[in-house]
């Protein structure tokens, strides 16, 4: 059996190597390094795959966040309502921007924005709200699009976990996720579903105004070259990374369906031990397993991530703190009885290797390990 990972990177990167290859190669004989022909290309196939007006392409995912916040003129003050239970990029941006960071606790099944929280988080400074599409599915994006028309509020989706899954309107309509609120962000790190060999990050929108605002934005505010008209940040795709992608993306759909297959392996070697909850997906929206993420519900969960890597088997904990609780974004307002879901979560969650690469001896292999040791 060849050795678990993670992620493995180098055994997909191997079934598209001469793609990949001869694509960066042409960047290096182009030397078009920044803003070359490959960012738009890339551009516009993400924009066809995703059905959206406008694909921004930037540095990392978040930027991408940090770049959507700015766009749409957040200011120092304003209200933006985020989860507890997620990585803290996207808390990091709004504090960064000195906008108010707002976190609030998550579904205890989805590990989504639990939509009661969000409703009770919301003032009368209230902006914005991100949700963030954990682990690989989408948020109740009606329900939070209902809550934002009511209170007059921008969603901004972070899909850094979740890009190519679909999410399902109840009168039948079919969104891709990151191009259902006013603005959507991805990032394109390596272990990301649709990864690059370095950062990356992208910004869609459906907004004309908002598109043509955020164009000058990751690029230093220009909107012709030298003239700077607002305060910018530089944060561009490079075009390696764009070759890289371009080359990748027909193959997402393909990688989903085989994270998909996995995790299906996984539920059904799972969902029968009463000491372990497998993940449940929301009827609204596919799931495109950006993580496996199983609740240990006896105790044993540390016990078991120590023992798994002692085993060879590779697992993480995503995540091993709340928000809400890490030095730099703990805060007086904060009351613990307002995190029961993420709080308990902490606890319990564990991540076993996803990825596209993974074989049947392998699955087979983790399955037995966990079962044997969960009891
Ligand atoms: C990875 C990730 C980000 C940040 O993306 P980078 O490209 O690493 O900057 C933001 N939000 C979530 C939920 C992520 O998982």
Sequence with gaps: MKKIQMVDLKGQYEKIKSTVDQSIEEVLNSSAFINGPYVKEFQADLEKYLDVKHVIPCANGTDALQIAMMGLGLEQGDEVITVDFTFAATVEVIALLKLTPVLVDVEPDTFNIDIDALKKAITPKTKAIVPVHLFGQCANMEAILEVAKEHNLYVIEDTAQAIGADYTFSDGTKKKAGTIGNVGTTSFFP????????????????????????????????????????????????????????????????????????????????????????????????????????????????????????????????YPVQLHKQKAYQDDRYNEEDFKVTNSLIETVISLPMHTELTEDQLQFITQTVLDFVG
């Design 191 to 318: 272990s990301k579903n649709l990864g690059c060999y370095g950062d990356g990050g992208a910004i869609f929108t459906n907004d004309d105004e908002l598109a043509h605002i955020i164009r000058g934005m990751v690029n230093h505010g220009m909107y012709k070259r030298y003239y700077h008209d607002v305060i910018g940040v530089n944060s561009r795709l490079d075009s390696i990374q764009a070759a890289v992608l371009k080359a990748k993306l027909p193959n997402l759909d393909a990688y989903c369906d085989a994270r998909r297959n996995a995790a299906a392996y996984y539920t059904n070697a799972f969902s029968s031990n009463p000491n372990i909850i497998t993940p449940i997906i929301s009827d609204f929206t596919t799931h495109v397993f950006h993580q496996y993420t199983l609740q240990i519900t006896n105790g044993k969960r540390d016990a078991l991530h120590k023992y798994l890597l002692d085993q060879g088997i590779p697992n993480a904990i995503y």
